[in-house]
């Protein structure tokens, strides 16, 4: 039986622990705040103090966390770091929304350690997290990938390999870039309809939705809108900054992309950062 260390316990990844540990591996964890780990630990999870504790034992070790210096943190931490005590022929698995750049840089820390890593976002949200059914993107060597697909079947029910490191964290860069796209156009079309005197917004959406142009993330998007529901799922300000790292991997101006990043910023300005991305819609609301 595999031993596995998942570091970072939000929202995505307390529930993704919970389906490794469900699925019968011994799983140990680690989280800023200790508190959300509480329902893992009376599941038969054990808690460690730090990164570099939980990864001791560990033949498999997972973090999940917010950004490029989250990541850094928990890996490369000189003190508290996971890289610090990993074992020979453990294997490292980096499941957050990372920039290509330090997606690579990443990488050529762990060989400088002689330590297998896989990157391997994920595309989903909560729901996706809590049922197991999250798609996968993994980049790196194809043993390595070999190696965790069992593993990563416990969390998804789609695991992509796109070739070598740094293709993963395109490929999810790219579909948070198609998402946030359709959210701000959701939001100024929705909110233009509402403007529309005798309108039925509802019934005008619906026959959108039978055409080839709609989505199925449109379907959610739409809704939420329409039902003024906003509770984070996937909030404003990390699509913001998964715009940021696609426009840092393009190396040049692109407009569209550049258009649709300043409506989360923006949304960021207003005080909803916090607040699930299809909230945007309150900035044509006034």
């Not at 210096?69 to 003190?79: M, Q, T, Y």
């Not at 996971?82 to 750049?101: E, P, R, W, Y």
């Not at 379907?219 to 039902?227: A, P, Y």
Request: with cysteine.
């Amino acid at each position: 039986m595999k031993n596995v260390a998942f570091l970072g316990l939000g929202a995505m990844g307390v529930r993704m622990a919970a389906n490794i540990l469900k699925a019968g591996y011994q799983v140990t964890v680690w989280n800023r705040t200790p508190s959300k780990a509480e329902q893992l630990v009376i599941n038969g999870a054990k808690l460690a103090e730090t990164p570099r504790q939980a990864a001791q034992n560990a033949d498999v070790v997972i973090a999940m966390v917010r950004d490029d210096h989250a990541s850094k943190e928990v890996w490369l931490d000189p003190d508290t770091g996971a890289f610090n005590s990993m074992k020979q022929g453990a294997t490292a698995i980096d499941s957050s929304t990372l920039s290509v750049k330090w997606v690579k840089e990443l990488h050529q820390h762990a060989s400088e350690r002689n330590i297998p890593f896989i990157e391997a976002p994920v595309s989903g949200t909560r729901p996706q997290a809590e049922s197991g059914q999250l798609i996968y993107l993994v980049g790196g060597t194809q043993e390595a990938y070999e190696s965790s697909k069992e593993l990563l079947e416990t969390m998804g029910s789609v695991i992509n390999y796109t070739g070598e490191m740094g293709n993963g964290a395109l490929a999810k860069l790219c579909t948070n870039t198609l998402l946030g796209m359709q959210v701000a156009t959701l939001a100024e079309l929705i909110s233009t309809l509402q403007r529309q005197q005798d309108s039925d917004v509802e019934k005008i959406i619906s026959a959108l939705s039978s055409t080839a142009t709609w989505s199925a993330s449109a379907n959610s998007i739409s809704t939420l809108m329409l039902k003024q529901i906003f509770a984070p799922m996937f909030p404003v300000e990390l699509i913001e900054k998964d715009f940021s790292y696609m426009l840092e991997a393009t190396g040049h101006t692109s407009p569209v992309i550049e258009a649709a990043r300043d409506v989360f910023r923006k949304g960021i300005d207003t005080g909803i950062g916090d607040e699930n991305m299809t909230a945007v819609i309150k900035l044509y609301q006034s």
